[in-house]
């Protein structure tokens, strides 16, 4: 069954780096988001991609969020300068259209120092 | 944006026992209303989900039912199993934006 891939599973940087979070969304899936979810709460929306642009955002996708689409398979989370309140698991989902379900990737877990 | 809030916020209920979680929302354009489980250190995954023009669905022991009125929709776990402990999540979505906003989420702890 085809599955969300994320990378790296953990990753650990120093506050003020810059970090790159990649994701291959299922193939035939047009609709990408990116989540975060701070240990022990709720899932939070961070950026929701479609036909090559962003679609939805959220208040915490702020400047030093961007997303991308570099080639036709990866999608991609970059935090440009960490800081200590960014650790957090980060997941990305796709969605088919004409469906609601959000598939996940198993996630990354991001710990800024 | 959609204010999305699940009761209760942690519930534990006896082996055997049902469980029951609410979701309310706001957007009253929100037409398709899922239920999500995430197991401890595991990505959330559906486990049923239920379109506007149907009030109640089952799949064996999992059933949701939708009051569009009242802008609520509740998830039912009958014959809990010790499986059945996860964090549960709303996330209704209104298909004209495509956001999905989860709902608070609710720890569900079955006692053996």
């Known amino acids: 069954e085809p599955e969300v891939t994320q990378t790296p599973s953990h990753q650990v940087t120093q506050m003020g780096q810059e970090v790159i979070l990649r994701c291959v969304p299922i193939?035939?899936?047009?609709?990408f988001y990116w989540y975060r979810q701070i240990l022990g709460q709720k899932v939070e929306f961070l950026v929701s991609?479609?036909?090559?642009?962003?679609?939805?955002k959220s208040e915490i996708f702020d400047d030093q969020f961007s997303v991308e689409r570099p080639d036709g398979s990866n999608f991609t989370l970059k935090i440009r300068s960490t800081k200590l309140e960014d650790s957090a698991m980060y997941f990305c989902?796709?969605?088919?259209?004409?469906?609601?379900?959000?598939?996940f990737g198993e996630g990354s877990r991001l710990t800024v120092l | 944006g959609e204010n999305v809030e699940q009761h209760p916020s942690t519930l534990s209920v006896q082996e055997g026992d049902s469980a029951v979680i609410k979701c309310t929302y706001s957007?009253?354009?929100?037409?398709?209303f899922p239920w999500y489980k995430q197991e401890l250190g595991k990505r959330p995954q559906l486990i049923i989900d239920?379109?506007?023009?149907?009030g109640e669905k089952k799949d064996q022991r999992i059933a949701v039912t939708l009051n569009k009125t009242a802008k609520h929709f509740s998830l039912h776990i009958t014959e809990t199993q010790p499986e059945d402990s996860a964090v549960y999540f709303c996330?209704?979505?209104?298909?004209?934006?495509?956001?999905?906003?989860f709902g608070t989420g609710t720890r569900l702890t079955i006692i053996p």
């Open positions: 989902a796709s969605k088919p259209t004409g469906s609601g379900e959000l598939f």
């Open positions: 193939s035939n899936h047009l609709y």
């Open positions: 991609f479609y036909n090559n642009e962003i679609s939805e």
């Open positions: 957007d009253s354009a929100s037409n398709y």
């Open positions: 239920i379109r506007s023009n149907v």
């Open positions: 996330a209704p979505i209104n298909f004209g934006n495509e956001k999905l906003t």
